[in-house]
């Protein structure tokens, strides 16, 4: 099997929207979390707060896709001549701007937090210039997509819910035939172990993982998915040498038996919120609000007039 010929030639489609209804990732956390806040932020469309968090999450994914884009696809005298300092500052200001207007006008970060936020990216991505070949070298792998799409319906029962999402970086190596579906992430200090632990946190690659191989028509098994975390701090005077990287790579588990669970929650998830075989949700129902120190911890709804359930001791 030509697993880049299959890739190639594949035609994902267009979602439309009179007669299907889009799920994505985030929605299955948030239900699996608290089916309540799910449903507060779909059914009843309560917007959630912009924070500069996703605005700068949102600029570093964009600039550090754009280098990557560069230098595979255009060669590394493009990518050089690339200035990533200020294309992450222009689109980091812009964002910001943007979710500001959303909000009419209310500034959700303070100077003082913009100028620290801004500083940090550029430290980002100094370090990830100056380690660059550590990480993504350019012999041996080929870029197949940045924002790869997938669009499908995961159960069969539900034809016109599909699942859709876009992948970060797709890549082969070719060296060993295999893909390599990268998903960048922004973190103040990086994973610990914990995180690493948390299904919910980690889970995303492996559904991705499944439904890419299902889209693409490629083995799954010839799949590798990877994390690729970038940190804002980093310690002044770091007990290990590992702890002054700004970039940390995490591959979670991704076999049979994870990808089963994964499988089984999407289907639990279409079968909860929507009305039988169809695209509609199921707003008869009354969805049921898990609250724990947990769960509530970063609801957007904890203490609101949308929520009185919230647990924060």
């Not at 003082?112 to 990480?135: A, P, S, V, W, Y």
């Not at 890419?212 to 028509?217: C, D, K, T, V």
């Not at 609250?291 to 647990?311: I, Q, Y």
Request: proline share 4%; charged share 25%; glycine share 4%.
């Amino acid at each position: 099997m030509n697993i880049i010929e299959n890739i190639q030639k594949t035609v994902v489609p267009e979602m439309d929207w009179n007669t299907e209804k889009n799920i994505s990732y985030t929605q299955l956390s948030a239900w699996m979390e608290c089916p309540h806040r799910w449903a507060e932020m779909y059914i009843d469309k309560i917007k959630t707060p912009p924070n500069i968090y996703f605005s700068f999450g949102t600029a570093m994914h964009e600039t550090l896709q754009e280098y990557m884009e560069l230098m595979y696809n255009k060669g590394q005298q493009h990518a050089d001549e690339f200035d990533a300092h200020a294309d992450f500052q222009e689109r980091f200001m812009s964002l910001y701007k943007n979710d500001v207007e959303k909000v009419d006008g209310v500034h959700f970060a303070t100077q003082k937090e913009l100028i620290e936020f801004t500083n940090d990216g550029l430290n980002i991505i100094d370090f990830f210039l100056r380690h660059r070949q550590e990480h993504f070298q350019k012999h041996g792998w080929k870029l197949l997509g940045i924002e790869m799409p997938i669009l499908l319906a995961p159960h069969e029962g539900y034809p016109n819910v599909k699942l859709m999402g876009k992948l970060d970086l797709v890549m082969f190596d070719e060296t060993t035939h295999r893909v390599v579906i990268w998903d960048i992430k922004t973190s103040t200090r990086g994973w610990t172990k914990w995180d690493k632990q948390n299904k919910l946190k980690t889970s995303q690659m492996v559904i991705y993982k499944k439904y890419f191989a299902e889209q693409y028509n490629i083995p799954v098994d010839d799949i590798d998915v990877r994390y690729f975390i970038v940190k804002r701090k980093v310690p002044d005077n770091p007990k290990y040498a590992v702890m002054k990287s700004r970039i940390q790579k995490f591959e979670p588990s991704s076999g049979k038996t994870t990808q089963n669970k994964m499988v089984k929650n999407v289907r639990a998830f279409i079968e909860d919120v929507f009305v039988d075989g169809s695209h509609m949700y199921n707003t008869d129902k009354t969805y049921e609000k898990l609250a724990s120190k947990k769960s509530c911890r970063w609801c957007p709804f904890l203490n609101t007039e949308h929520c009185d359930a919230g647990v924060t001791t």
